[in-house]
């Protein structure tokens, strides 16, 4: 399976901490994407860090990209309430018809 | 960024009953459609790719006969699922992409669909 795994498969931290997730995945990809999504909702998209990029920054995120190890990590800096959704890691294959590969998600709850 | 939207939100029906459920790209041409499944508290699971003008290409494990697609513009895409079983019931969720040349670019989400059926 091509599909990207993401860690922990659940987060719960103190509101203001930050917060890590990590995607591992498995062949070569054009982009990965970190999209957010409320309980019952659609997706949210956070961010896009293309493969020759190691490192993005959009508002409290972080992305950082490591193309040797097939992996991503999302920061979240200064948690808030808010912030509780579960969040998906997506990879762009670079050779499989185009398709983008969802991982299982991490389940963040950031406690009052 | 562009505009996905799904049509209904929500949508409940009998066991046996057929529902369509529409994506539209809003402000640009999706050259290609996929069509996506989420259980509660799971990831979404692709289940099919439609290209503008011909046949979806399924995942396996999904029963083409029974999860219709069709994509006859450049703009709008349909997921009928026929005779509907509960087990049918799930969160519904499609997305488009177009391309410009040799690049593809970046891919695009509704807000999904949820279906109930009784």
């Known amino acids: 399976s091509q599909q990207g795994e993401e860690d922990p498969q659940a987060l719960s931290i103190q509101e203001g901490e930050n917060a890590t997730m990590n995607c591992s995945y498995k062949?070569?990809?054009?982009?990965l994407q970190w999209y957010r999504q409320n309980s019952g909702r659609g997706l949210v998209h956070l961010i896009l860090?293309?493969?020759?990029?190691r490192e993005k920054h959009s508002g409290r995120l972080r992305v950082t990209l490591d193309t040797s190890k097939k992996s991503s990590s999302l920061l979240i800096t200064a948690s808030r309430a808010a912030d509780t959704a579960s969040y998906f890691c997506?990879?762009?294959?670079?050779?499989?018809?185009?398709?983008?590969?969802f991982g299982k998600g991490t389940r963040l709850h950031i406690l009052p | 960024g562009a505009v996905v939207s799904q049509h209904p939100s929500w949508v409940i029906c009998k066991s046996g009953t057929s529902v369509k459920i529409e994506c539209r790209s809003l402000?640009?041409?999706?050259?290609?459609m996929f069509w996506y499944r989420q259980f509660p508290k799971q990831s979404l699971m692709l289940m099919a790719t439609?290209?503008?003008?011909?046949?979806?290409?399924?995942e396996q494990g999904v029963e083409k006969d029974k999860f219709l697609i069709n994509h006859a513009s450049l703009t709008l895409s349909t997921l009928t699922v026929t005779s509907a079983h509960p087990e049918d019931s799930s969160f519904y969720i499609c997305?488009?992409?177009?391309?410009?040349?040799?690049?593809?670019?970046?891919?695009?989400f509704g807000p999904g669909t949820r279906l109930t059926v009784l």
């Open positions: 997506a990879t762009d294959p670079l050779n499989r018809d185009d398709k983008i590969i």
């Open positions: 439609s290209n503008e003008g011909s046949k979806a290409t399924y």
């Open positions: 402000d640009f041409q999706a050259t290609t």
């Open positions: 860090i293309r493969s020759n990029e």
């Open positions: 997305s488009a992409r177009a391309r410009q040349g040799a690049t593809w670019n970046e891919q695009f």
């Open positions: 062949t070569s990809i054009n982009n």
